[in-house]
């Protein structure tokens, strides 16, 4: 099983470096940290009194797994969930806030469990999350990552802005489904066909 920090390593990989792009509403971005992150932490990182674009510029990849790491693997709680489950939701949450763990709760709550999806850890959840890998060990993760690619493409679906990220210019996989499907089992993860049938929609 990796650790935390090789998870959050390889979340910094997958990130990329620096990005200011006008569809996106987190604005700049470093290895998957916005400004906006930085701002609410706080994080001077040039040290001019002020929490610019330039802080962002700034950001190491050491730095950015520190942030991951205390501010979005510790602070929610994941590591509480089952070993198995933590690299996608950690990922998830880096990608999608709370978001990550209301998609969970949702998984849970159609699995039969009585849960409240207000993206909040706490003993209902953990509970749920532990008895869900019991009676489905080889099936939970898989059902996650299929959740979390439905909830990519709803926001895809709901945001034309954001179809960019969903469905490459030439029509293939975006970087949100290709990245959900790293972390489901390849016998699940959509063909070409349907794919291209699940956004034929957007035009």
Do not use: C
Request: charged share 20%; glycine share 12%; no cysteine.
């Amino acid at each position: 099983m990796k650790s935390v920090q090789e998870i959050a390593k390889e979340i910094v990989a997958r990130e990329g470096g620096f990005v200011n792009d006008p569809a996106d509403p987190g604005g700049a971005t470093k290895y998957g940290v916005t400004l906006g992150t930085l701002k609410r932490l706080g994080l001077d990182l040039t040290h001019d009194g002020r929490v610019t674009e330039a802080d962002v510029r700034a950001l190491t990849r050491a730095k950015a797994q520190e942030i991951f790491v205390r501010h979005y693997f510790e602070a929610p709680g994941l590591g509480g969930l089952p070993a198995p489950l933590q690299a996608s939701v950690f990922d998830m949450y880096v990608n999608s806030g709370a978001n990550a763990v209301r998609v969970l709760q949702v998984l849970l709550g159609e699995m039969g469990h009585d849960l409240q999806a207000d993206g909040v850890l706490g003993p209902l959840t953990y509970r749920a999350a532990h008895a869900a890998m019991a009676a489905a060990p080889d099936h939970l993760v898989d059902a996650y990552g299929i959740a979390r690619r439905n909830y990519y493409y709803s926001l895809a679906d709901a945001r034309p802005a954001s179809r960019k990220y969903a469905r490459r210019q030439g029509g293939g996989k975006g970087g949100w489904i290709l990245r959900a499907e790293e972390f489901i089992s390849a016998r699940f993860h959509l063909t070409a066909a349907e794919h291209n049938a699940r956004v034929a929609a957007w035009g």
